[in-house]
């Protein structure tokens, strides 16, 4: 009798442990540039430029693979590798990913090479765990197209600081409304045929009066956050002095709402509406980590921002039950429209797929 019950738990103990957990042994790998597979990919962009803080959108240049895996109870995650390439539009910047140009060669062109695992579940499309990094392309390859290319200097080197507060102090004096401060130094280029820096950086509207500004410390953010977006350059004159260009565009107002608070608690720090890029704002007022000329400066990346650092800490986002966090609907992204190429159709390997603008 002890033996039959003995043998009646082993049977149980081996059932329960033959249930696999987790998504189902087996799998597919379809094409590259298969539809549902760029479907997945422009998912992990989307992803990439919803929670980048700093620097410029990126967009999708290439799947270099993709593995498909059943997943219990319904629906497929999609295991990609993926490279992007920076664009010209700053993450603030409204603008749709489809309008925005492709960073080229020849102003040092940035690279992102992005691990994703993606759920597709009901035809909706959710990013599950994120892996990225990012990197300028060698000063060999782009001295070899263009000798004379200025190549990325460092967004802390104090000629880069520098031209940064004198375009914004133009900028400023120039405007009759709103005082508006640095947010952060998003890319800088020495040019030395011509003895000039060339800088991008951030910029949002204050409750100060630009012509009135005395202490600009003394400023505070909007409460609804108005940013900017700025190309300045400044030139120093054979005969001293300098020349000091600038060009500004300013975006529309973010809507703010209020966090959710428990009952009895006071009402807490404005955030931005969900889904807007938008930088978390410190107690201070100032954009989390962000890169703030005079006594505040901070250190900054090299050269760029790297993508690896907008997802420190945040290597999966799937709960531990093996349900999905949904980060929202399948998102709409289009890419810029691409020609066919002329000439014979070249045959289709199923990876990696296509290189939509150029590879680094």
């Known amino acids: 009798m002890k033996c039959l019950v003995l043998l009646l738990c082993l049977a149980q103990l081996c059932g329960c442990h033959s249930v696999p957990h987790g998504p189902i042994l087996g799998n597919r790998e379809p094409a590259c540039d298969d539809p549902e597979t760029e479907q997945a990919a422009l998912a992990a962009v989307d992803y990439i430029n919803k929670h980048l803080p700093h620097g410029f959108k990126h967009i999708l240049n290439q799947i270099d693979s993709v593995k498909v895996w059943p997943r219990r109870p319904t629906g497929e995650v999609f295991d990609l590798e993926i490279d992007t390439l920076e664009t010209t539009c700053h993450v603030l910047d409204p603008t749709p990913l489809a309008n925005c140009s492709v960073r080229q060669l020849k102003e040092h062109a940035v690279e992102g090479d992005c691990d994703f695992n993606v759920l597709k579940q009901d035809g909706e499309f959710s990013v599950l765990s994120a892996k990225c990094d990012s990197s300028p392309d060698s000063a060999e390859d782009v001295h070899k197209m263009c000798p004379d290319c200025p190549l990325l200097a460092p967004l802390n080197d104090s000629r880069v600081v520098h031209a ?9 004096a120039q405007k009759n409304g709103s005082y508006f ?39 505070n953010l909007l409460a609804e956050k108005q940013y900017g977006f700025c190309k300045g350059t400044v030139t120093e004159k054979v005969a001293g002095g300098e020349d000091v260009a ?115």
């Open 181 to 219: 401060q640095l947010v952060e130094i998003s890319r800088a280029q020495l040019v030395p045929l011509s003895a000039s820096v060339s800088v991008e950086f951030a910029v949002a509207a204050t409750d100060c009066v630009a012509k009135e500004v005395v202490d600009p410390a003394k400023c």
């Open 246 to 360: 600038v060009a500004c565009t300013v975006f529309q107002t973010q809507p703010v709402l209020p966090q959710p608070q428990p009952d009895g608690a006071e009402a807490g720090p404005l955030t931005t509406a969900p889904g807007s890029a938008r930088p978390a704002l410190s107690p201070a007022g100032q954009p989390a980590a962000s890169l703030v000329v005079g006594p505040r400066a901070v250190a900054a990346p090299p050269t760029h921002y790297d993508l690896r650092h907008a997802f420190s800490g945040v290597a999966s986002v799937e709960s531990a039950s093996g349900e999905a966090f949904h980060v929202g609907k399948t998102p709409k992204v289009a890419q810029p429209s691409i020609p066919a190429p002329e000439g014979p159709v070249p045959v289709v390997r199923p990876c990696p797929g296509r290189i939509r603008h150029f590879k680094i």
């Open 164 to 172: 940064v507060e004198a375009a914004l102090a133009a900028f400023n």
